[in-house]
C-alpha cells in the first residue's frame, strides 16, 4: 500500500512541476502583452496609420511608411521564397532517399538556426556593398532567405502526410508523377501549406536585425525598390532607443501592431489548420 | 492448347480434365486479353507471388480469391504496374496485354494505367468536390473538350456507379463527406470515366451495404460487355454470382483457375476445395 501512496506523490510532484513549468513559460508572455497592450493603446489612434512621423519636439504624427514599408518588404520576401520554399519542399518529399536530398535538408535546418543578423550581414554583401545603396531590395532579399527554409521543411512535412493512396488513385488514372504531384498530393496538403507560409510571414515581419544595414530607414514616405525603406521594426527601434517621450510612445505603438499583425496571422493559421483536419478525414 | 480456360495455366499441376465453355462463350475465351507467364514478384526479398502463368479472356468476369495474404491484391497490382511505385519491388516473368509485354523496355506506364483502370480495396477519393473526382481523369488526359461534355461523362460514369441520384443534387461538396460505400462507388465511378479497357477492381463491395452491393454486382455484370473485368473478392457467392472464370491463390501460388461453376462444384485441387467450401482459411 505505501507504494501505491508513494507512487501517487510521485506522480501528484510531476503535475505539479509541470503546472510550475508552465506558469513560468506564460508569466512572461503575459506581461508583455500587458506591457505592449496598455502602453500602445494609449498611443495609438487612427494618425498612427495615416500619418508621417514628425520632427522631435511635434507630438502626434504616425507610421504610415513604416507600415507600407514592411508590407513591401514581406511582400517581397515572399514572392522571393514562396516559390523557391515550395518547390524545394516538393523535392525534398518526393526524393526523401536521396542523397542530395538529406543535404539539402540539412542546410535548410542549419539555415533556420542561423542569427538573422548574420543573414543580415551576408545581403549587405551581396545586395548593398555593390551598388553602394540601402534598399527595399535588399531588406526583401534577408528576410525572404529567412523564410525559404521555413517554408521548405513545411511543405516538406505537410506533403510527406499526404495519404500514399492518393498518389496511386491518381496514378492509376493515367497521371504523370508531376500531375499527380501538383494536381493532387499539393493541392490536398495546400491549407497546410499556406498556414506554414502565413506563420513564416510573421515571423520575418518581426525581424529587426537583418534590416538594420539593408532596408535601413526612411524618414519619408516610398514605395521605390531600389531606396532605403522605413519598417515597423526598425522604426520602433529607433524610437525606443531615443531620449524623446513622444518618440517612445510612438514605439510602443508601433510594438503593437507588430503584436497583432502575428496574433492574426496566427489566428488565421489556425483557422486554416482546422479545414485541412476537416478535409483529411472527419 | 484447346479452349484456353479449360486447360489451367499451372505448368506444374498435371492438367485438369477438359471442360466445354458453352458456345457463345467459346468465341470470346479464345482471345486472350491478359496473358501471363512465370511471373513472380518480390518485395525486396520477399517473395509474393511465385511462377503465375494465367490467360484472361475478355468481355468475362475473372475473379481472384484465396486467404487474406496470398498476394491477390499484389497479382493486380502487376496488371497495371502499380507496384513499380513500392521501393526494392522486382518483377520476374512476363505479362502481355493484347499481345503487349508491358514490362518491356520503354513501355508507356502512363498509358498502360490509363487502359488498364483500378478500383483500390481501400477507396481513396481525392479531397476534391465529387465532380472533381470524377473529372479527374477527364481532364489529365485532356479527354473532354467542353464543359458540357465533361459534365456529360461525369455524370454517365456516376449512373454506371449507381451513385448519380445520391449525389446529383451535391457535386460540389466534398467527395471526404460521403459514406464509406458512396466513396467507393466514386471510386469506381471515377475509373471508368476514363473508359479503360481493362478493370481490375480489388474487393469492391467490402464496404458496401447489401444494396449497394447488389448494384455493384449489377454494375459488374453490365460492364463485361465492352471491358475485361478482374476482380478480388472474399466473398464466395460473390465470386460464384459475378465471375465467369475464377483463380484461387494461396500463399503467392495461383492453384486452379478454372470456369466458376466448375471452381465451385468440382475444384480439381482439393486445396481449392476445402478454400471454397469454408473448410479453411
Ligand atoms: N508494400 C509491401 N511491402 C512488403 N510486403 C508486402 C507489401 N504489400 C503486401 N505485402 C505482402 O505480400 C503478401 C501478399 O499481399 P497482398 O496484399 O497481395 O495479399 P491479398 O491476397 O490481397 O490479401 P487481402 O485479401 O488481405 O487483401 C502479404 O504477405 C503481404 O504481407
Ligand atoms: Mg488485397
Redesign the interface.
Known sequence: MTRMVWRRMLSSLFVGACAIAVLVALVPLAFVLFFVLSRGVQALNLDFFTHMPLPVGESGGGMANSIVGTLILTGLAALMAVPVGVMSGVYLSEFPGSRFTSIVRFAADTLNGVPSIVIGVFAYGVAVLPFRQFSALAGGLALGIMMIPIIARTTEELLLLVPGALREGALALGATRARAVFTVIVPAALPGIITGIVLALARVAGETAPLLFTSFNNRFFTTELTQPISSVTVQVFTYAISPYEDWQRQAWAGALVLVTIVFICSLMARLATSRVADMRGR | MTGQIANPSIRLKAPTPTARPTEGAANRERDVKIDVEHLSFFYGAKRALEDISVKIHPNVVTAFIGPSGCGKSTFLRTL?R?ND?I?GARVEGTARIDGNDIYAPGVDV??L??RV??V?Q?S?????SIFENVA??LR??GMAGSKAELAGRVEESLRQAALWDEVKDRLQE?A??MSGGQQQRL?IA??LA?RPDILLMDEPASALDPIATQRIEELVYDLKKAYTIVIVTHNMQQAARVSDHTAFFWLGRLIEYDRTDKIFTAPAEKLTEDYVTGRFG
Request: aromatic share 10%.
Open positions: 497495371n502499380m511505385i521501393p502512363v498509358g494505367r490509363r483502370g483500378m483500390f481501400k481513396n477519393p481525392f479531397p476534391k479527374y481523369g489529365i488526359n466534398s471526404l463527406a471510386c471515377r475509373a476514363v
